[in-house]
């Protein structure tokens, strides 16, 4: 979104929005008159604010409220106005050289990757292992587990081979998994897993009737082996973030909990971004997950061997510091790929 607005609706537009992140009740005009020497009057700034509202950067949630910031005002927010950026470079890496002393394995530096990124937003953190986008498949064979369970079993040409339990939803039996198997190993094998992740999307969005009964399994059956092979996810301080007053609605928690629990939205919204440069931005709305659409994701790639390998990020409230986390994020990210490529 371009530079749309004059000096004078800038200035009121972030005073608004400064204001509702400090506190999330609705911005008065004659709150921003007291609280920000602009030398306008109380009569030009309800003006403003009344132009900013007919632009749809503003929304007034009852007749004799204030206004409160719009998705769109935190995009023009995020986009032309912010200026002041925070430099978290030496606090982070004093805490990653803690984590690369103490640490040797992935799992534990990512952990305490989302951890450190939440201790000092008051969000979530996020942080998700590389995944296994480029590896080529070699082998994919269903096995049943035992009562409604079927074990996968993934070989890949770097010679990995993963192990995942899944639901037989489907309740197929040894022959019909055995079939599945081998039809699969036909179509697939020798393609990237993002390849055949891509393949997948694309086919099972096509007319079922196309397709015979047991490739509809086979593929349905593929995609839940896929889903989220590979990549681990880190989520810490969803209590914290649930302290917040806009998270007061014990309905709102319970769903906002599933989802990041389930984390299988987190991967969904990952894929979507991993070969994005530099700190990506997700505002409310503009989340292509449904459930996540009252929050705004802030995230970026950390690189190994110049390549994206996975990713770190905050989670919180649409009325979130941005400039804040967008400096953490970034400081992160750089301080992270600078850790991976030494270790390479």
């Not at 607005?5 to 009121?12: A, H, K, M, P, T």
């Not at 008159?33 to 009569?43: G, I």
């Not at 074990?151 to 489907?170: F, M, P, Q, S």
């Not at 440069?277 to 659409?293: F, L, R």
Request: hydrophobic share 35%; proline share 4%.
């Amino acid at each position: 979104m371009g530079k749309i607005l004059d000096e004078r609706s800038e200035r009121v537009l972030l005073a608004v929005i400064k204001s509702y992140i400090e506190n999330p009740d609705p911005v008065g005009s004659r709150y921003v008159t007291k609280k920000y020497d602009f030398h306008y009057s109380p009569a030009t700034i309800r003006n403003i604010m009344a132009d900013l509202e007919d632009l749809g950067f503003l929304s007034q949630p009852h007749t004799s409220a204030g206004r409160v910031p719009t998705d769109k005002a935190y995009r023009y927010y995020v986009e032309n106005i912010i200026d002041e950026k925070k430099d978290y470079k030496e606090l982070l890496e004093t805490l990653y050289n803690k984590i690369r002393s103490g640490v040797e394995d992935m799992d534990t530096l990512l952990d305490e990757t989302s951890r450190t990124l939440s201790s000092i937003s008051k969000y979530l953190g996020l942080a998700v292992s590389p995944g296994p986008e480029g590896s080529v498949l070699r082998k994919i064979e269903f096995v049943p587990y035992k009562d409604d369970r079927i074990a996968v079993v993934i070989l890949t040409d770097e010679g990995v081979i993963r192990h995942k339990i899944i639901k037989n939803e489907l309740a197929l039996n040894p022959s019909e998994l055995s079939r599945i198997s081998n039809y699969l190993n036909k179509e697939y094998k020798g393609y990237t897993i993002k390849q055949i992740r891509e393949h997948l999307a694309e086919e099972l969005r096509r007319d079922k009737a196309m397709y015979d009964n047991m490739i509809n399994r086979s593929l349905s059956l593929c995609r839940e082996a896929l889903y989220t092979y590979g990549s681990h996810v880190f989520i810490t301080g969803l209590s914290q973030m649930l302290d917040l007053p806009e998270f007061s609605d014990i309905e709102r928690i319970k769903r906002i909990s599933k989802t990041i629990e389930d984390k299988r939205a987190i991967i969904t919204l990952i894929d979507r971004i991993m070969d994005s440069e530099g700190v990506q931005v997700i505002i409310g709305t503009e989340n292509p997950v449904s459930d996540m659409k009252e929050l705004s994701v802030i995230v970026s790639t950390y690189k190994e061997k110049g390549r994206p390998s996975g990713v770190i990020g905050i989670i919180g409230p649409k009325r979130m510091d941005y400039s804040t986390v967008i400096s953490l994020v970034d400081s992160a990210s750089r301080i992270l790929t600078k850790l991976f490529e030494e270790g390479g």
